[in-house]
């Protein structure tokens, strides 16, 4: 028994089929072939089993006759065609005719080939050979993309699984006195856009957004572990209340040398409630935008200050603003990819053209993105949109 194919699998040798009324030419194709490296030979007498016969072997090559007794040889390239199985397997028609009409009848009904049988020997092997290499090429194609396919489908799932994640580690929204409420999209499946906020104390409350460079797993992998490493408060000796401590110290820990050539920027804030001040360090991001309670008709103020991003050089010092912050006051915290989008008449936003965005505050934080989507002509962003906004009554 010889092994049959299966529909993923790419046969290893040519395998003929010849299927023809006549024994006699069934034993001349025979010795034909016989002896032929590398292939096997099947015969199928009997119109009636012609296809199952092409379904069981799995043929590289089908020599079928024109005339015969019950299904004609011209139905039945038809059937190969219409079956999912013997569709691509190239097919020589083999006929005592040699008929120009007949062979247009066999090339419109689906035959790669058209001999006047029984041929020369060496002429039936070199078509038999070259239309088979030509359909095992197409199986090796189809295999390797479908592998592709397959491998694709599981890298899609794994990063699916690893962006759950990444916003599994994103706070909860807060309401109270200080309310807190978020936007967030990764432009890929997994981005390196980062944030968090929570109390350090009964005093104290702590806010931080971060961008790495680039997207993907490895500056998603750089942004959840910068933010784990603030949640859970691992830097030593460092004081997360002082914003050019913290800051200082990232950028001792996260040098590009040790993260694969990355670094992030980060807007850090700190802010002390009895006195309701706000201070604040930055590492070339976006200032944030501090909107005075019912001035949303001014400018807000921007806080922040020119610095080199995270991981950059060794030894930097990065200045602390602090602002008070009057009570109805709204922040907000924003990485670049939620305004540095492209127009359509080919302008780039500006952060000045996003800032009236804010101005009223949106009965939903998603709006603002919708928005700027609607400006830039499309709902996916080039870049990861992180939107937070913070709300003290």
């Keep these: 028994m010889q092994p049959v194919t299966t529909a993923n699998a790419v046969p290893d040798q040519i395998r003929v089929l010849l299927v023809d009324d006549q024994r006699m030419v069934g034993e001349a194709v025979r010795r034909m072939v016989a002896n032929e490296p590398n292939l096997v030979f099947e015969f199928c007498q009997k119109s009636e089993d012609a296809q199952a016969a092409a379904e069981r072997f799995s043929p590289t090559i089908i020599l079928q006759d024109l005339v015969m007794p019950g299904i004609d040889g011209l139905t039945l390239v038809a059937r190969y065609r219409a079956h999912p199985q013997t569709k691509d397997v190239p097919i020589i028609v083999l006929s005592s005719q040699e008929d120009a009409t007949v062979k247009a009848d066999a090339f419109a009904q689906g035959a790669n080939d058209y001999l006047v049988k029984l041929p020369d020997r060496i002429e039936v092997l070199a078509r038999l050979r070259h239309h088979s290499q030509g359909y095992i090429h197409l199986l090796q194609r189809n295999a390797a993309f479908e592998a592709l396919a397959a491998s694709q489908q599981r890298l899609a799932g794994e990063l699916a699984e690893?962006?759950?994640?990444?916003?599994?580690?994103?706070?909860?929204?807060?309401?109270?006195?200080?309310?807190?409420?978020?936007?967030?999209?990764?432009?890929?499946?997994?981005?390196?856009?980062?944030?968090?906020?929570?109390?350090l104390d009964d005093e104290h409350f702590v806010a931080y957004l971060l961008d790495v460079c680039g997207h993907g797993v490895g500056a998603a992998l750089l942004s959840v572990s910068v933010m784990n490493t603030l949640s859970h408060n691992t830097l030593q000796d460092v004081d997360l209340?002082?914003?050019?401590?913290?800051?200082?110290?990232?950028?001792?820990?996260?040098?590009?040398?040790?993260?694969?050539?990355?670094?992030?920027t980060i807007w850090y804030g700190v802010y002390h409630a009895p006195t309701r001040r706000l201070r604040y360090a930055t590492a070339a991001h976006p200032p944030a935008l501090l909107f005075a309670p019912g001035g949303e008709s001014n400018a807000p103020t921007q806080l922040g200050f020119p610095a080199l991003p995270i991981g950059a050089m060794e030894g930097i010092d990065y200045p602390v603003g602090d602002v008070l912050v009057?009570?109805?006051?709204?922040?907000?915290?924003?990485?670049?990819?939620?305004?540095?989008?492209?127009?359509?008449?080919?302008?780039?936003?500006?952060?000045?053209?996003f800032i009236p965005l804010l101005a009223a505050p949106p009965s939903d934080i998603g709006g603002v993105r919708a928005t700027v989507a609607q400006l830039q002509g499309r709902a996916r962003f080039d870049d990861d949109f992180s939107l937070v906004e913070f709300v003290f009554t």
């Design 162 to 199: 690893a962006a759950d994640y990444v916003r599994s580690q994103l706070p909860a929204p807060l309401h109270g006195p200080l309310s807190v409420r978020w936007d967030f999209e990764s432009c890929s499946s997994v981005g390196g856009d980062a944030f968090g906020y929570h109390w």
């Design 241 to 264: 209340r002082a914003p050019e401590q913290v800051l200082a110290r990232l950028n001792a820990v996260f040098t590009m040398a040790r993260h694969n050539d990355m670094y992030f």
């Design 326 to 353: 009057a009570p109805g006051s709204r922040l907000y915290v924003y990485s670049d990819g939620v305004y540095e989008v492209q127009m359509p008449d080919g302008r780039e936003m500006a952060l000045e053209d």
